[in-house]
């Protein structure tokens, strides 16, 4: 009988789904209900929303196993209105971009007459920890 099981997962989508789960655990101490959206569809990762349901946010998550460039394809437009790019390193390091910050530092490569795009680390670095941009899911006054 064939074994009816999926094979397992490639380490691209492993690292992803890290990636994506560790976000989901720093903002929901952050007081923000995560909703991460259907795995490789184009477009956002996540939908936040605060505890009182009066703002919503969009977020597209870039998981890397090392500090590496962060690809884009062929668009250099982002759907979302922020970009976490998490490096997963003993432990994980993550950065925060609003959608503009990251469009306006995209660095356009071509090879062989196709075009992408990639956000290289020096133009991430310097949002490493920049929760201020997201800001808290939670009443300060009423957590």
């Known amino acids: 009988m064939a074994n009816s099981e999926s094979s397992p997962k490639s380490p691209n989508q492993l690292v992803g789904n890290?990636?994506?789960f560790h976000v989901c655990y720093e903002l929901s101490k952050r007081g923000w209900n995560c909703l991460p959206t259907s795995r490789?569809?184009?477009?956002?990762?996540?939908v936040i929303y605060s505890q009182d349901a009066q703002k919503m946010l969009t977020i597209q998550v870039k998981s890397l196993s090392h500090k590496n460039p962060v690809p884009f394809g062929k668009t250099q437009n982002l759907m979302a209105e922020f970009l976490i790019v998490c490096v997963?390193?003993?432990?994980p390091e993550i950065y925060i971009l609003k959608a503009k910050e990251a469009e306006e530092a995209l660095h356009r490569g071509e090879k062989e007459g196709r075009v992408s795009y990639w956000l290289q680390p020096p133009s991430y670095e310097d949002h490493?920890?920049?929760w201020n941009k997201i800001g808290k899911g939670f009443?300060?006054?009423?957590?």
């Open 88 to 91: 997963l390193l003993e432990s």
């Open 18 to 20: 890290m990636g994506l």
């Open 40 to 46: 490789n569809a184009k477009g956002i990762d996540l």
């Open 139 to 143: 009443d300060l006054n009423n957590p």
């Open 128 to 130: 490493k920890d920049s």
